[in-house]
């Protein structure tokens, strides 16, 4: 029976989630920024690792990549970047995988907005997704446009409504605080607020989310909501709407960015 496990890593600072898969014998190992946890939990748990999983070229991401194969002779699926030299097998957009030691399939989606070569690993009801969609929020725009961004995290919301969101980062509390300020009416993140801090109360995590949680909640995948709209010009004292939901959409990442 496959386990999906969140090794939480450089806590304090970026306070990762790094995701291992496994079935008591095989694992694979998704954005491993640390491979010091990656390792504890492997050899206690007596697995052999597989394959790795990079989304983007962060280190926060892929600083544990060079321990893990000293240790490992695996492989590293990742995007098409130079900036990743330790990727031996690389993809993009409409590739897939197959992990046949744990019978899994991934198909490869380009999702282009945090970093351009983020790449995201869609199937068997998961989404391993780095850093282009949080718990109730999105990351930063460092390289790429607000209309990549947007059409990206448009992409994922299209995916199944049950579809298990497996992002790397426990920020979901400080993005319902954000999320709160945009749109104060929404009953489902008023909830959500609530659950979220319970499960932290306990030192659990508020992930794995779901596409139909993020659509109901996530201010970034909501830019057509009136209410948001209006809060977004009486934050920035607009004298009109913005001209479309990539233009909000660009707003809230602004506003965001200096919350």
Same mark, same amino acid.
């Given at each position: 029976?496959?386990?999906?496990v969140?090794?939480?890593a450089l806590?304090?600072t970026?306070?990762n989630?790094i995701?291992v898969?496994?079935d008591?014998k095989?694992?694979i190992?998704v954005?491993?920024?640390?491979?010091?946890?990656?390792?504890?939990?492997?050899?206690a748990?007596?697995?052999?690792?597989?394959a790795?999983?990079?989304?983007h070229?962060?280190?926060d991401?892929?600083?544990?990549?060079?321990k893990?194969?000293?240790?490992y002779n695996t492989?590293v699926y990742g995007?098409?970047?130079?900036l990743?030299?330790?990727?031996?097998h690389?993809?993009?957009?409409g590739?897939?995988?197959? +992990?046949?030691e744990?019978?899994?399939?991934?198909?490869i989606?380009?999702?282009?907005?945090?970093l351009?070569?983020h790449?995201?690993?869609?199937?068997?009801?998961?989404?391993?997704?780095?850093?282009?969609l949080?718990g109730?929020g999105?990351g930063?725009m460092?390289?790429g446009?607000?209309?990549?961004f947007?059409?990206?995290l448009?992409r994922l919301?299209?995916?199944?409504?049950?579809?298990k969101?497996?992002?790397?980062?426990?920020?979901?509390?400080?993005? +319902?605080r954000?999320a709160?300020?945009c749109?104060?009416?929404?009953a489902q993140?008023q909830?959500?607020?609530?659950?979220a801090h319970?499960?932290r109360?306990?030192d659990?995590?508020?992930l794995p989310s779901t596409?139909?949680?993020?659509k109901a909640t996530?201010?970034f995948l909501?830019?057509?909501e009136?209410e948001i709209i209006?809060?977004?010009?009486?934050?920035?004292?607009l004298?009109?709407p913005?001209?479309d939901e990539?233009a909000?959409?660009?707003?809230?990442?602004?506003w965001?960015?200096?919350?």
């Open positions: 029976m496959l386990e999906i969140p090794i939480p806590t304090g970026y306070d989630y995701w898969l496994h008591g095989h694992a190992v954005d491993p920024g640390d491979a010091t946890p990656v390792l504890a939990y492997l050899q748990q007596q697995l052999k690792l597989s790795i999983l990079i989304t070229r962060h280190n991401h892929i600083g544990g990549i060079p893990l194969l000293e240790v492989r995007p098409r970047s130079e990743i030299p330790l990727i031996n690389h993809l993009g957009e590739d897939s995988i197959e +992990i046949k744990l019978g899994l399939h991934f198909d989606l380009s999702v282009p907005g945090h351009p070569e790449i995201a690993y869609v199937g068997n009801g998961m989404l391993f997704c780095g850093d282009i949080f109730c999105c930063k460092f390289v446009t607000p209309q990549e947007h059409h990206s448009q919301a299209a995916l199944p409504a049950e579809t969101i497996y992002c790397a980062h426990e920020y979901t509390e400080s993005n +319902i954000f709160l300020l749109e104060p009416g929404n993140l909830q959500r607020q609530r659950e319970a499960l109360q306990q659990l995590p508020t596409i139909a949680l993020e996530n201010p909501r830019c057509g009136p209006a809060n977004v010009m009486r934050h920035f004292d004298p009109s913005p001209a990539v909000v959409f660009a707003a809230l990442r602004k965001r960015d200096l919350f």
